[in-house]
T-cell receptor, first 113, second 111 residues
Framework: DSGVTQTPKHLITATGQRVTLRCSPRSGDLSVYWYQQSLDQGLQFLIQYYNGEERAKGNILERFSAQQFPDLHSELNLSSLELGDSALYFC????????????FGEGSRLTVL | GQNIDQPTEMTATEGAIVQINCTYQTSGFNGLFWYQQHAGEAPTFLSYNVLDGLEEKGRFSSFLSRSKGYSYLLLKELQMKDSASYLCAVSPGAGSYQLTFGKGTKLSVIP
């Protein structure tokens, strides 16, 4: 158990819909990262927050947004969903605001039908 | 840009030794990580190299050559539970806060 909690574990929805994925980092970790993992792709970095502020953006679509709240949990919002958005979405946390060892949650598996 | 290459799949026999290679081309470098990921599960940290040379941790060792943009993960005394994907990831360094991952090498350990 990494200490990072993600909900929901599984989510099935239809195209055009909107979903919210939630992540609670390890106790004491200030950085939260979101990654997308599709069947034919590696882990793709989406976005990072540190202590409530956006720190880095990767290959995140405009239809996606995220935020980190004062209690340090984070939410990833995915809207106008398309079939190609079906993937495993991982949240990871680390102590500092630069990369080091990342601790990953179990992931949220999103299926868009 | 960032480019990380590793073999897609490998097969090895229980009890044997296997080496998984990773080559990288990145705009900066602040360390190389190896993660293990069992199917449908979260990646877990295995090793970190920032200086050239070999880092040993039990049955797993990781090597780095910065001048060659090359790393390998060595797994000894393979066990069936080592069947998993092994992900090579690079930290690009100052000004960049995320890890760039390769697509992973799926290792199958056979009896």
């Amino acid at each position: 158990d990494s200490g990072v909690t993600q909900t929901p574990k599984h989510l099935i929805t239809a195209t055009g819909q909107r979903v919210t994925l939630r992540c609670s980092p390890r106790s004491g970790d200030l950085s939260v990262y979101w990654y997308q993992q599709s069947l034919d792709q590696g882990l793709q970095f989406l976005i990072q927050y540190y202590n409530g502020e956006e720190r880095a953006k990767g290959n995140i679509l405009e239809r996606f947004s995220a935020q980190q709240f004062p209690d340090l949990h984070s939410e990833l919002n995915l809207s106008s969903l398309e079939l190609g958005d079906s993937a495993l979405y991982f949240c990871a946390s680390s102590v500092g605001d630069h990369t080091g060892e990342l601790f990953f949650g179990e992931g949220s598996r999103l299926t868009v039908l | 840009g960032q480019n990380i290459d590793q073999p897609t799949e490998m097969t090895a026999t229980e009890g044997a030794i296997v080496q998984i290679n990773c080559t990288y081309q990145t705009s900066g470098f602040n360390g190389l990580f190896w993660y293990q990921q069992h199917a449908g599960e979260a990646p877990t940290f295995l090793s970190y190299n920032v200086l050239d040379g070999l880092e040993e941790k039990g049955r797993f060792s990781s090597f780095l050559s910065r001048s060659k943009g090359y790393s390998y993960l060595l797994l000894k005394e393979l066990q069936m539970k080592d069947s998993a994907s092994y992900l090579c990831a690079v930290s690009p360094g100052a000004g960049s806060y995320q890890l760039t991952f390769g697509k992973g090498t799926k290792l199958s350990v056979i009896p």
